[in-house]
């Protein structure tokens, strides 16, 4: 536990804590005012919100590089210990979003479907922030992503087979199993991300670095 | 000014800034290319990509907040002379400014270009092109405070897309609000709104533009003026202070004029004619029957002589606004003319088609005319939406998929390339999938043996009482 709580101790755990209370609120408020098509949208943004949480998870804002330098190397483990309480503190908010929306409804909606998606999305958009967050930091990391999510939006109004989408219109879609393609990319992107991790210790952003930390420091 | 020139060079080779005017041109192109072109019509496609490029610019300015702090140099901003330190701010502000003013220019002069290149014709509105890029600068100007008062990459990186997202989860709350009752005044004080329904000749109904792009410039102000504010405090410098507080005056008064007026323009405007026109300030306004009544008074749109580009086409005759085109009158007098073609003989249909505003007409034919009601769309498509069976059809909702179908028969005869299309469902169709094979099932008949089938049940699709099934391949 001691161990955790060092590795868990860099994270802006208020700025985290803060949002996902946030999200819950605002579920509550908006619920009675959202139709099918809006609960669904909204599921979706809490997911992609919190999903890009996933960037404060791992990069050299986080684990600054001059306490680095003196100290232990995190390992890929740690990162990797976060990411996954990360994503598993997030799909608990959405299931309970989820929750909050089906009670306060006016008309019933289709809660699990949508739960569903948004956890595929929470995945994929968390593996993507993960990956860009390594070399160019949470902020810049997360923007790229952000990029990155846009650009999927644009090429499945372009094509209807494309696979990876985010804010997913069901009608619009050709795609057999989307819910697959956003888990199996975001699951890649966490796995690169930590295989480079595991690679290189945590030296963010220097990606010419030609040191490579002795394992045995690793915590 | 030679700071906030400095700013701005630095902000114009921003990554995050360019990558968001990519981005956000390419995501507006799509719908660009789905409406007939004219640039009045497609200024507002553009306007409405303003949302997005806010999330751009709140990045981009959180960036920019939080650079004396990424750099180590906040301890040297914090010891430089009161004055020197209390300029860089309001600097960065100003550049901040320009540059979303810029950066937004691009997006909107891209998506005007595109439209005139693809032969769209008119004059776009500019004031939306500065309500765009107010909003714009309203979002670079909270994501540099955020950046810039919480020093948090974690609250700048979530602001981004929270700030758009929660405006349009704010707009579905207040159009339910409106929907249910209860009045809600301040649909139109959200920095991005539904735009109000338009037309070429009546405008915009209700025209909210100039007191929406002061209410915006009011907030704009406030943020801009609050953070200078905040930081004349911190370095001490009271001539800035001054000028800050003179700032935020203005804003207030700015802000307060603009609320209010914006408070008191109704939520809808319905035109039944060119007298004839009632506001909805709230839901209960919206009295469906009421309506629909005073519209059969007042009659169809009186020809006013403004839908004057026209064209013939096999006899038929289309007269558009002059801002849709000479194409667009060309192309829909040939749609026309092809409904005339295979419905010839089974009724008395009209051969001519007049352009009337998108105003609430009870009836969209006079005894010799179709009125073809403004609408952006192909006229490919629009002249099915409104096909001229509507003129001699009972106005009902019975036997809707029968009468769909025969629309969908009519279209796959004038464009057999898109049979295949509508068939694999790549193309929506105009009645659900059933319709849609029950029409390409028509299609695949012999015309004639179609017109023959179609003399033999006119009577009841005129009724509305004919069932789809009781048309080949029409299962429902």
Request: hydrophobic share 50%; aromatic share 10%; charged share 15%.
């Amino acid at each position: 536990m001691t161990l955790m709580g060092y590795r868990l101790r860099p994270l802006p755990r208020a700025a985290l804590v803060g949002l996902t209370l946030a999200l819950l609120v605002v579920a509550w408020w908006l619920a009675p005012h959202l139709g099918a098509i809006g609960a669904a949208r909204f599921m979706q943004f809490a997911s992609v919100l919190l999903g890009l949480g996933a960037g404060f998870t791992v990069s050299r804002d986080i684990d600054p590089e001059p306490v680095l330098a003196s100290a232990p190397h995190p390992y890929w483990r740690t990162p990797a210990v976060r990411a996954a309480l990360w994503l598993l503190g997030s799909g608990a908010v959405i299931v309970l979003i989820g929750a909050i929306i089906g009670a306060r409804v006016v008309r019933p909606l289709p809660v699990d479907h949508m739960t569903e998606l948004a956890i595929a999305n929470l995945v994929f958009v968390a593996g993507l922030v993960f990956l860009s967050s390594l070399p160019w930091g949470s902020l810049l990391g997360g923007a790229v992503a952000l990029g990155g999510i846009g650009a999927c939006a644009i090429l499945q109004r372009l094509w209807a087979y494309w696979p990876l989408r985010v804010i997913d219109d069901a009608d619009a879609s050709r795609v057999e199993h989307p819910r697959v393609w956003l888990w199996g990319t975001g699951a890649a992107c966490l796995v690169a991300g930590l295989l480079y991790l595991r690679g290189r210790g945590l030296r963010l952003g220097h990606l010419l670095t030609s040191r490579k930390p002795s394992r045995s420091r690793a915590i | 000014v030679t700071l906030t020139l400095l700013e701005l060079r630095r902000l114009a080779q921003s990554p995050i800034l360019w990558g968001g005017v990519v981005l956000v041109t390419a995501g507006t192109l799509p719908d660009v290319m789905a409406f007939w072109p004219m640039l009045e019509g497609n200024d507002l496609i553009a306007h409405d990509s303003s949302l997005w490029f806010m999330a751009v610019a709140a990045l981009a300015a959180g960036w920019l907040g939080l650079r004396d702090r990424r750099t180590g140099t906040e301890p040297l901003v914090s010891v430089t002379p009161a004055d020197a330190a209390a300029r860089i701010v309001p600097a960065r502000i100003a550049a901040l400014v320009a540059a979303s003013l810029a950066a937004f220019a691009v997006v909107f002069g891209a998506v005007l270009a595109v439209t005139a290149a693809r032969g769209g014709v008119g004059a776009p509105d500019p004031r939306l092109y500065l309500d765009g890029a107010l909003l714009v600068a309203l979002g670079g100007g909270v994501g540099y405070g955020l950046g810039y008062l919480t020093g948090s990459r974690t609250v700048c990186l979530f602001a981004a897309p929270t700030l758009p997202a929660f405006n349009q989860f704010l707009l579905s709350v207040a159009f339910s609000h409106a929907a249910t009752g209860p009045t809600v005044d301040w649909g139109w004080l959200l920095p991005s709104v539904w735009e109000p329904q338009r037309s070429v000749v009546l405008g915009f109904l209700p025209d909210i533009w100039t007191g929406h792009i002061a209410w915006l410039g009011a907030l704009v102000t406030l943020v801009c003026g609050g953070i200078s504010l905040v930081a004349a405090r911190r370095a001490g410098a009271r001539r800035t202070m001054s000028v800050s507080l003179a700032v935020l005056a203005f804003g207030v008064l700015l802000g307060t004029i603009s609320s209010a007026w914006l408070m008191s323009r109704p939520r809808g405007v319905a035109v039944f004619g060119p007298d004839t026109v009632r506001e909805f300030h709230e839901g209960d306004d919206f009295d469906y029957r009421a309506l629909s009544r005073l519209a059969r008074q007042v009659g169809p749109w009186p020809n006013d002589g403004r839908a004057r580009t026209c064209a013939i086409e096999s006899g038929f005759e289309v007269c558009v606004y002059p801002e849709f085109g000479s194409t667009f009158a060309h192309q829909t007098a040939l749609e026309y003319a092809h409904q005339a073609r295979f419905l010839r003989g089974l009724d008395d249909f009209p051969s001519r088609a007049r352009m009337v505003p998108a105003y609430w007409g009870a009836d969209a034919c006079t005894s010799e005319e179709l009125l073809y009601f403004e609408h952006r769309n192909d006229p490919i498509i629009h002249a099915y939406d409104v096909p001229l069976m509507g003129c001699v059809w009972a106005a009902t909702h019975e036997g809707e998929g029968a009468r769909q179908a025969v629309t969908t028969w009519l279209f796959a005869e004038a464009h057999p390339e898109k049979r295949l299309e509508l068939a694999s469902g790549r193309m929506a169709p105009f009645g659900g999938p059933a319709v849609a094979r029950a029409g390409l099932a028509l299609a695949a008949m012999p015309v004639e043996d179609v017109r023959t089938l179609l003399a033999r049940v006119w009577d009841e699709l005129e009724r509305g009482s004919l069932r789809l099934s009781a048309l080949p391949g029409g299962r429902e």
